[in-house]
C-alpha cells in the first residue's frame, strides 16, 4: 500500500490547482471603527487627510469563490501532509511606486523581494531576482518610468535592476560604479532615472538609454553639501534630497544647480533628525518621513511646514520606524511602516489638486 500515500497527495494538489479560487483585492483596515474615519488635523479643524487602510501582503486578498466540500477537504489534507505554507506578507517594507495600471510595488529588505499589489487582476506577486541567478539582497528604492518599465536599487549589489512589468529582466544599471544605491525617483518627461548614492553622498542620473548623464551633489555639510543622503522626489523640474546627516531636504534643478533646502534639526513636530522617505503629490506638496520621531510631516510647495500625520504606535495611522512614502493616484500618499509590517494608505481630502 506504499503507492498510495503519493497517489492521495498528486491527486489533491491536482484537484486544487484545477479548482484554482477568486480573489478579491481589499484595503485592510483592521481597528477602525466604520463610523469614526481618522483624519488629520483633527476636528474642529476642517480634516485635510483621512485614512483608507493598509497593505499588508496575502491578506488583502480575501478569497471570494465558495469552495466545495472536496476542495476543502483536500486542502485540509495538504496542509496536514506538508504544513501550511508561511504567508507572503511584509515584513521591513522600505519604500514603494504606483504605475499607470494602479499597480503598488513595494520593496521589502527583509523578505529580499519586490511585493506587487495588482488591484485590478486581484493577485499579489513577488519578485525576488534582482537579475537571472542573483536573488535580491537588500532591495530598497523602486521607480516607474512612462513606459511601465519597473527600477529597483538593490544597496548591497550596488547595482539597479530593471524590469518590464510582468518581471523579465531588462539588464542592470550602475554595476561597479554606484556604492549604496538607495531611493530613485524619475522624470518621466526626459525619461531620466535619479538615482540616491547614500556612500557616495551624491545622485546619479541615468538617461533612457541606461547611460550615466551626470552626478548631482558632493559630500559636505555647508549650503550645498550632501551628508547620506537617502531618498529623492521629482516634480516640475526640481528634484528633492532627504540629507539625513545634515537633517534637511536639498533642492536641486534638473541640471544639478543648487536651489536651496527646508528643514533643520530640532526637537519640535516639524523638525529633523533623521529624515528619509520624501515624495510630491500633483499639487506640489512634499511629505518627508521623519522616522526617527515616527511623522510624516507635509509641507506646502515652498517648504513650509503644514501639518504632521502619525505618531508612535501600531494603531491604524500610527508608525514604528517609517522608511519611504509615495503618492499614487486620486490623491493618495502611501508610508512603509518598517517595523509595523505595513504600508499605510491615506487620502488628501482637503479639495482642489
Known amino acids: 500500500m506504499r503507492w498510495l500515500f503519493p497517489l492521495v497527495v498528486t491527486l489533491a494538489l491536482g484537484a486544487i490547482a484545477c479548482q484554482s479560487a477568486r480573489y478579491q483585492f481589499v484595503l485592510d483596515a483592521t481597528g477602525t471603527p466604520p463610523d469614526q474615519p481618522l483624519v488629520w488635523p483633527q476636528p474642529p479643524e476642517a480634516p485635510r487627510y483621512t485614512y483608507l487602510g493598509q497593505l499588508l501582503g496575502e491578506r488583502n486578498f480575501i478569497k471570494e469563490q465558495a469552495q466545495s466540500p472536496l476542495r476543502g477537504a483536500l486542502e485540509w489534507l495538504t496542509g496536514a501532509l506538508f504544513g501550511e505554507a508561511a504567508p507572503r506578507d511584509l515584513a521591513r517594507p522600505q ?152 537633517a534637511r531636504v536639498q533642492i536641486f534643478s534638473a541640471a544639478g544647480d543648487y536651489l536651496g533646502s527646508f528643514g533643520k534639526r530640532g526637537l519640535y513636530v516639524g523638525n529633523f533628525t533623521r529624515p528619509k522617505g520624501i515624495a510630491t503629490d500633483v499639487a506640489g506638496r512634499i511629505y518627508v518621513v521623519e522616522s526617527y520621531y515616527d511623522y510624516m510631516l507635509v509641507f506646502d510647495p515652498r517648504g513650509e511646514f503644514l501639518l504632521p500625520l502619525g505618531g508612535s504606535g501600531a494603531a491604524p495611522g500610527k508608525f514604528y520606524l517609517p522608511a519611504g512614502v509615495w503618492a499614487g493616484p486620486e490623491n493618495t500618499i502611501y508610508v512603509a511602516d518598517m517595523f509595523n509590517r505595513r504600508v499605510v494608505v491615506f487620502q488628501y481630502v482637503g479639495g482642489g489638486q
Do not use: C
Open 95 to 246: 519604500s514603494g511606486a504606483v504605475d499607470a495600471q494602479g499597480r503598488v510595488y513595494v520593496t521589502d529588505v527583509s523578505r529580499q523581494a519586490l511585493f506587487v499589489f495588482d488591484r485590478a487582476a486581484n493577485q499579489l506577486a513577488v519578485w525576488d531576482m534582482a537579475e537571472p541567478f542573483t536573488r535580491f539582497v537588500a532591495p530598497i528604492g523602486v521607480a516607474v518610468n512612462g513606459a511601465g518599465e519597473v527600477f529597483v536599487a538593490d544597496a548591497e549589489l550596488g547595482l539597479v535592476a530593471r524590469f518590464d512589468g510582468q518581471g523579465r529582466h531588462l539588464g542592470v544599471l550602475g554595476r561597479g560604479f554606484l556604492k549604496r544605491p538607495t531611493g530613485l525617483a524619475f522624470d518621466r518627461d526626459r525619461g531620466e532615472l535619479y538615482v540616491v548614492d547614500t556612500h557616495a553622498h551624491d545622485i546619479k542620473v541615468y538617461n533612457a538609454r541606461g547611460d550615466l548623464a551626470r552626478v548631482i551633489g558632493r559630500r559636505g555639510e555647508d549650503q550645498e553639501g550632501l551628508n547620506f543622503p537617502i531618498y529623492a522626489a521629482y516634480h516640475n523640474g526640481k528634484v528633492y534630497v532627504t540629507d539625513s546627516i545634515n
